[in-house]
Structures are given as structure tokens and as C-alpha cells.
């Protein structure tokens, strides 16, 4: 039943801003590391950035000073602010989290459903 609820996707002209969240739905016990992972058309999946446990921040070189990663207080839950975008950011975007399951007490990841993020003037 747990599963990761995605919003913030759409269309931005180049520069713009776009603000993404994604929610854990569902009972955990423990929540590692949250994140996006991003797959343009024709692509591979590559990183955009990641927060773990205690705040440590990592993100994709395409992306450093212009998106920043942060938790929502008292949920299960990031926000990633995209600012300055470009044509090249154009992509579908995956939330992931590796987190402990609270039935089997094991440790897995999960991927959201993915949400496109279209930039173009």
C-alpha cells in the first residue's frame, strides 16, 4: 500500500520556475533517502538530486545551482525547487525514496509513476 504521490509537473518557458513534491502515502517505518530521477526521450534514467536522513543534499552536475532539494516539515514528504530551466530539462521526473517497510521491516525502494516537466517557449 505504500506508494509515492507526485505533483508540480507541467509546461515553463526556458527561465521559468517549477516547484515539484512528492509524499510518501502509506505506513513506513523509516525513510533513508528521498529524491528525483529524471528520463528524457530516447534517454536513460540519470540523477537530479537526492536528500538523506540529517539533510546531506546530492545533485546531478546538469542541475547544481539551480534546483535545491529540501524536506517538508513533520511529513513524509520533499520539494524541489527548479529554477532558471531549460530546454534540456525537459523531461519526465521520478520521485524515488529507499525507505523500511513496516510489514516486512526490510529495506527497499520505491519509485512514483513519474510526472513531465515540459520546457519550451
Do not use: H
Amino acid at each position: 500500500q505504500v506508494q509515492l504521490v507526485e505533483s508540480g509537473g507541467g509546461l515553463v518557458q526556458p527561465g521559468g520556475s517549477l516547484r515539484l513534491s512528492c509524499e510518501v502515502s502509506g505506513r513506513v517505518l523509516s525513510i533513508n533517502t528521498m529524491g528525483w530521477y529524471r528520463q528524457a526521450p530516447g534517454m536513460q534514467r540519470e540523477l537530479v538530486a537526492t536528500i538523506a536522513t540529517g539533510g546531506r543534499t546530492n545533485y546531478g552536475d546538469p542541475v547544481k545551482g539551480r534546483f535545491t532539494i529540501s524536506r517538508v516539515n513533520a511529513t513524509n514528504a520533499v520539494s524541489m525547487q527548479m529554477n532558471s530551466l531549460k530546454p534540456e530539462d525537459t523531461a519526465v521526473y521520478y520521485c524515488n525514496a529507499v525507505l523500511r517497510d513496516a510489514q516486512t521491516y526490510t529495506d527497499r525502494g520505491i519509485w512514483g509513476q513519474g510526472t513531465l516537466v515540459t520546457v519550451s517557449s
